[in-house]
C-alpha cells in the first residue's frame, strides 16, 4: 500500500517557479505527476522511474518542468520553470508499484489529494 501527500503548491506570477514535493508511505517504483483543471481530464505532466534514470515529460511541459526523485526520503519533485497561466491547475501525484512510465491515469494505483498551483499573468 502507498499513500502519497503532496506540497509546495501556491500563487505565483508568470515567469516565477515553484517546486512540489509528494511524500511517499511504502515502496513506490514509478512515481508521476498530473494536473487538472475544472471541467477537463487529468492530464500527464511527468512520470519518473525509481532509478530516476529515465523520465517522461507531457510535451507542454518539456524544457520548463522537471521531476525527481529521493528515494532516502521516498519522496518526488516537480520543478515548475518559467510557469504560464495556462499552468494553473491541481497538481497530483501518482505512482505504482512496478515499473512502467505510464502516460494514463489507469497506468497509477495510488493517487495523492492535489495540491493547488495558481499562475497569475
Known amino acids: 500500500q502507498v499513500q502519497l501527500v503532496e506540497s509546495g503548491g501556491g500563487l505565483v506570477q508568470a515567469g516565477e517557479s515553484l517546486r512540489l514535493s509528494c511524500a511517499a508511505s511504502?515502496?513506490?517504483?514509478?512515481m508521476g505527476w498530473f494536473r487538472q483543471v475544472p471541467g477537463k481530464v487529468r492530464e500527464f505532466v511527468a512520470t519518473?522511474?525509481?532509478?530516476?534514470?529515465?523520465?517522461v515529460y507531457a510535451d507542454a511541459v518539456k524544457g520548463r518542468f522537471s521531476i525527481s526523485r529521493d528515494n532516502a526520503k521516498n519522496t518526488v519533485y516537480l520543478q515548475l520553470d518559467s510557469l504560464k497561466p495556462e499552468d494553473t491547475a491541481v497538481y497530483y501525484c501518482?505512482?505504482?508499484?512496478?515499473?512502467?512510465?505510464?502516460?494514463?491515469?489507469?497506468?497509477?494505483?495510488?493517487w495523492g489529494q492535489g495540491t493547488q498551483v495558481t499562475v497569475s499573468s
Open positions: 511504502g515502496r513506490p517504483v514509478t
Open positions: 501518482a505512482a505504482r508499484t512496478s515499473p512502467f512510465l505510464g502516460r494514463y491515469m489507469s497506468d497509477y494505483d495510488y
Open positions: 519518473i522511474s525509481r532509478s530516476a534514470g529515465s523520465t
